[in-house]
């Protein structure tokens, strides 16, 4: 699948540390394949067991070279919500590792700049999908859940998920 990530995505991967050499290697091949040239892409494509430190170097020289504006921290953040919730809701992944890609990777690297004021990803506007990952967890692992109560845990557990995949589509019906 990473051969389907456009620059844009790449570049706010990059920034979030989510992008390793040999990915940003397959991600230049694909993308010379598609018609996108530029002597660093074709340099990097072309490394053999490419080193984080060199591939780093002609990733971020290929997307000045093809004019892509490196993003904030904050506006790369919104566009992996945006991607991973479109994501969620086209059943391209599942709603439980698209939450938890959102919680663990975007949300704990803005946190410090960003914080929440009320609730866990307020700050995002993603309090209501790691509301529903929370109850999941403690679906999952015994731990007391608030919702669905009077449900069996595998019942529940689906109920959640349901949950999960409808706060991604509310996230995208309100801001995007």
């Known amino acids: 699948m990473i051969e389907r990530i456009d620059p844009e995505e790449a570049y706010a991967r990059y920034l979030f540390r989510e992008l390793s050499s040999e990915e940003m ?8 394949n598609q018609g996108m040239f530029t ?3 074709n340099q990097l494509c072309w490394l053999k067991e490419p080193d984080l430190f060199d591939a780093e170097r002609l990733f971020k020289k ?4 093809l004019e892509i504006k490196p993003p904030s921290r904050l506006e790369a953040a919104h566009l992996l919500i945006r991607i991973t919730l ?6 391209q ?11 663990f990777i975007v949300h ?6 960003h914080p929440d004021e009320k609730y866990l990803g307020d700050s995002l506007g993603l309090e209501y999908l790691f509301c529903w990952l929370r109850e999941l967890w403690d679906c999952r692992d015994g731990s ?19 949950h999960l995949f409808e706060a991604s589509k509310t996230w995208l019906r309100e801001h995007v």
Do not use: C, M, N
């Not at 290929?62 to 070279?65: D, G, I, N, R, W």
């Not at 859940?145 to 689906?158: C, F, K, Q, V």
């Open 25 to 32: 290697r397959t991600l230049a091949d694909a993308w010379l």
């Open 39 to 41: 002597e660093s892409l």
């Open 62 to 65: 290929s997307l000045q070279e």
């Open 86 to 91: 479109q994501r969620i809701v086209q059943s």
């Open 93 to 103: 992944i599942a709603p439980e590792k698209g939450a938890e890609f959102l919680y």
């Open 108 to 113: 704990s690297q803005v946190s410090e700049d």
């Open 144 to 162: 007391i859940i608030l919702h669905y109560t009077d449900l069996p845990r595998s019942e529940a557990e689906l109920k959640f998920k349901q």
